[in-house]
């Protein structure tokens, strides 16, 4: 499967892939209070009903990074308007020498995967993972938010790379494909060593990379794949396989203050009426292959 996919519409969670153990769930105490983060504010505000792919792809973010923000977020579903928790967490930091950025499944085509068109802030940037809860003791990983610059966000812009163009359907995304429940946020720099890491641990998930996500309380975090190599952001890629758009918030002078991974957890209030989702029960199960290979976590 390609490493990127032109233009996907927004997943059903009717097609989530169930694998042969579930996720081990965590219970949590209570929920971070977003004012004591170092995430950019945004002055966005949000709209009704969007009437166009543009609209959309302004709302759709500005809906999910203030979730981040507030701690809550609220979920459209063809039955209700729920409200679900959210926590974000620091996991380490993340280096962009050049300022090019890499989102993509680093088991799969991670060595090949091409850069957003959209240069960052060159230097390491902090790196945020936002989970949401599903239900009382079943949190999903909804985002990951790259911290590139002081803000606040005005615009947003989806992120592209090579001959990308925007969808023209409200609704509708570009995005990196997922074939093995895992994204990852990296310089380019990162990913031949990454490649050669998982390629010599032959699929035994004891790399660093793999133990990262596979056994931390928080399914993500920063790790080098070997001493002396650049880090990158490692995280489960919430209900698992699937194509994923990666957000730039913009700040008034056209500069990037965020880079956020939407993982599709949630139904934005923003889309119109016919491109209402069906959304299955949630799963306590993780989609990917090496997890319904292996049958861990």
């Known amino acids: 499967m390609s490493a990127r996919a032109d233009v996907r519409p927004t997943p059903n969670c009717n097609q989530i892939v169930s694998i042969l153990r579930p996720l081990r769930t965590q219970a949590m105490a209570t929920v971070r209070d977003m004012t004591d983060t170092s995430l950019p504010t ?16 302004q709302q759709h973010p500005t809906w999910l990074y203030a979730g981040l923000l507030a701690g809550t977020v609220a979920d459209r579903t063809s039955t209700s308007h729920e409200r679900h928790e959210v926590a974000v967490d620091e996991i380490g930091t993340v280096p962009l020498p050049d300022g090019r950025l890499v989102a993509c499944d680093p088991y799969v085509g991670g060595a090949g995967a091409a850069p957003f068109r ?65 994204g990852c946020l990296a310089s380019p720099l990162a990913m ?17 990379l793999s133990v990262t996500v596979f056994e931390s309380d928080l399914d993500a975090g920063v790790v080098a794949p070997r001493p002396g190599a650049l880090p990158v952001a490692v995280f489960s890629s919430g209900w698992g396989d699937g194509v994923y758009p990666t957000w730039l ?21 923003f889309a119109s009426p016919e491109d209402e989702l069906e ?14 290979l292996l049958g861990r976590r």
């Open 249 to 269: 918030g913009l700040a008034a002078d056209g500069s990037v203050a965020v880079a956020m991974v939407d993982l599709m957890v949630l139904n934005d209030p």
């Open 192 to 208: 031949p060593d990454v490649a050669e890491v998982l390629d010599d641990d032959e699929g035994m998930l004891e790399d660093p």
């Open 279 to 292: 959304t299955a029960a949630p799963s306590p199960g993780r989609g990917g292959f090496w997890t319904r």
């Open 118 to 182: 959209t240069l960052l802030p060159r230097g390491k940037h902090p790196a945020y993972l936002a989970r949401t809860r599903i239900t009382d003791d079943h949190w999903r990983v909804m985002a990951v938010v790259l911290a590139t610059g002081p803000g606040p966000v005005s615009s947003w812009s989806m992120g592209r790379v090579g001959e990308e163009v925007l969808p023209t359907k409200a609704g509708e995304y570009t995005g990196f494909g997922v074939d093995a429940g895992t």
């Open 42 to 57: 945004c002055t966005v505000a949000p709209g009704p009903v969007a009437r166009s792919a543009r609209e959309w792809q």
